[in-house]
């Protein structure tokens, strides 16, 4: 099933004109991945129709709904950008209740209530209906985690996060392409951010950034990078090792996220000897056979370098399985913890964005 998923993965991010380049396997799937893609676009047009036509209704909550979502699977910042906003929220005494979706019960969804726990801050499990106990006199608004396709929900802001490294990929529907919808939808969002812009050359940001206001032309957009802060040793989430303690070292890093680059870009930034990488498919569960391998790649790392690498992982990998990343005994693992900002690019600036947020706190 991996395998699979990795061959879609490639499928999705490879220009139409070159899947005829693509492995044997991989075109093997594509008149698979093509009909489920017709298949998908025909079942989203018919779900929005009946939203459009009224025979589904849009429920109104009595507090404003921020929405935070995407068009693209993976890497767009979606779920830093909900803690970006709640601790906004909360620094401004509004207490937010996130409602999760998607990935809700794994990965993300722990991260978030790791991060928030000591805050006013709460987190609805998408399983829970909103209303009656779910909105208490303490809620001040909704943060939707994922809600760009979450039509039910009338929303007072619509944040939809871009990835500025692979933005569309081959601009096909899922399967055949990475797009949850095409990209008209645009149309509905009140704000677009850019992410990992700090990876991006400044021209390539200009070129997307036009291609988005050719869809809406009065779209804010705006720009954010993940900031690396600290490392945290497995064994103790407690503990806070600076960046420093990477330079010049050899690295394995072991991550099963949306755009595994980024990562490994912000690793290299911190002056390693050596970076060596496993990669697995975004929300994928490391398994005892995973272990063996990365054990495996640590022997060969210290056979070729004469010491061990240390490894590396990501906050989400951490809190998809805490317990199954304390079997590297023996091993230096460390795991990566970062904020997203919002980068000043012209006039784009964290404080223009904030304003957005306060004029929405002005009508609470």
């Known amino acids: 099933m991996e395998t699979i998923r990795r061959s879609v993965a490639e499928i999705a991010y490879t220009p139409l004109h070159q899947h005829r380049n693509l492995p044997l396997v991989h075109r093997s799937l594509l008149p698979f991945l093509s009909l489920a893609s017709s298949l998908y676009r025909f079942f989203l047009f018919l779900h929005q129709q009946l939203y459009h036509l009224g025979l589904l209704k849009k429920q109104r909550m009595p507090v404003p709904v921020i929405s935070v979502g995407n068009l693209s699977w993976g890497g767009n910042g979606k779920t830093p950008m909900v803690e970006y906003i709640a601790r906004f929220l909360v620094d401004a005494g509004i207490s937010p209740l996130i409602l999760t979706r998607g990935y809700a019960g794994g990965d993300e969804a722990k991260m978030l209530q790791r991060h928030l726990v000591r805050t006013s801050a709460k987190k609805l ?20 985690d994922d809600g760009m396709q979450h039509w039910k929900l009338f929303r007072d802001l619509e944040i939809v996060m871009i990835n500025g490294l692979m933005p569309w990929g081959n601009g096909q529907l899922l399967p055949l392409g990475p797009l949850r919808e095409p990209l008209t939808a645009l149309r509905r969002a009140d704000v677009a951010v850019i992410h990992h812009a700090d990876l991006v050359l400044d021209g390539h940001l200009k070129v997307l950034e036009s291609m988005v206001l050719e869809i809406k032309q009065s779209l804010p957009i705006f720009f954010s990078r993940m900031s690396p802060s600290h490392f945290f040793e497995v064994w103790n989430c407690d503990s806070k090792l600076p960046l420093t303690i990477v330079h010049n070292m050899v690295l394995l890093c072991v991550s099963a996220i949306g755009f595994a680059n980024a990562f490994i870009e912000a690793i290299e930034k911190m002056g390693p000897l050596y970076i060596d990488r496993i990669d697995f498919s975004d929300h994928y569960f490391i398994q005892d056979k995973d272990i063996e391998i990365i054990r495996g790649r640590i022997r060969e790392l210290k056979d070729e370098f004469g010491a061990n690498p240390i490894v590396i992982v990501t906050e989400k990998d951490y809190d998809r399985d805490p317990v199954i990343l304390k079997r590297l005994d023996g091993f230096q693992v460390l795991v990566l913890c970062s904020s997203l900002q919002i980068m000043p690019f012209l006039e784009h600036t964290e404080e223009c964005f904030n304003t957005l947020l306060k004029n929405l706190i002005n009508q609470i």
């Open 125 to 144: 499990c998408p399983d829970q209906k909103l209303g009656g106990s779910s909105i208490t006199n303490k809620t001040g608004a909704i943060i939707l």
